[in-house]
């Protein structure tokens, strides 16, 4: 008989497993659920295979997963347990996809909701930039750039030209006359009126 502190029977398949073998269930005195997540997950499979053949609709060829590991229906790679997110809401206490395939998405959830643009036309812009930085025109374009007052995309620069451009708080004039500055033009104000400062003619 299972030591009632750290293992449980499954009503199922009768086996003596650790806590960490069932999901969450509030609903039950000792907060998990009855069945183990592998029951869970077979019983699972095997309803969704029945509901989708009266539907008439396509079933998914089985895989065989080692024990250990899960298929990413997103990217159908089977995958090592260390390879997804932990998920205690799922029957299997691990995410629907794997990192790999969640990071993809969540570069393209970012792009469309802080740019309002999909990765296709980040790559066409990249692409027209002959892949570099249209400002240092050597380093990769990687990050894109917008203007923070309009929203609008301006282009795709390198790390360090996103950053310095942001320092400068993306003022025209700041750029300027970091220009001249490195150009030799000694920057001397003018003080034409209270706040306003004229550049030397």
Same mark, same amino acid.
């Given at each position: 008989m299972a030591d009632e502190s750290n293992a449980k029977q499954c009503r199922k398949c009768q086996r003596d497993l650790p806590l960490a073998a069932f999901a969450r269930d509030r609903n039950r005195l000792d907060g @998990? *659920? $009855? #069945? /183990? %997540?592998?029951? !869970?997950?077979?019983y699972s499979a095997a309803h969704y295979r029945r509901r989708r053949e009266a539907m008439g609709k396509a079933v998914r060829e089985h895989v065989e997963v080692p024990a250990g590991h899960k298929l990413c229906r997103t990217c159908g790679e089977v995958k090592p347990?260390?390879?997804? #997110? %932990?998920? =205690?809401?799922?029957?299997? +206490? @691990?995410?629907? %996809?794997?990192? =790999? /395939? %969640? =990071? !993809? *998405? +969540?570069? *393209?959830? #970012?792009?469309?909701? *802080?740019y309002g643009m999909t990765e296709a036309e980040r790559d066409e812009m990249v692409a027209s930039q002959m892949g570099l930085c249209v400002i240092c @025109?050597?380093?990769?374009? !990687?990050? !894109?750039? #917008?203007?923070?007052?309009t929203g609008r995309v301006r282009g795709v620069l390198c790390f360090n030209c996103n950053s310095a451009i942001g320092k400068l708080g993306d003022d025209p004039d700041a750029v300027r006359r970091a220009a001249a500055y490195l150009e030799g033009i000694a920057w001397k104000?003018? @003080? $034409?009126s209270p706040g306003v400062y004229q550049l030397p003619s």
């Open positions: @998990l *659920q $009855v #069945h /183990c %997540r592998e029951c !869970v997950a077979e347990h260390s390879e997804w #997110h %932990r998920n =205690a809401t799922a029957s299997d +206490g @691990l995410s629907t %996809r794997c990192k =790999a /395939c %969640r =990071a !993809v *998405q +969540g570069r *393209q959830d #970012h792009l469309k909701r *802080q @025109l050597k380093a990769p374009a !990687v990050h !894109v750039d #917008h203007c923070h007052k104000p003018t @003080l $034409v």
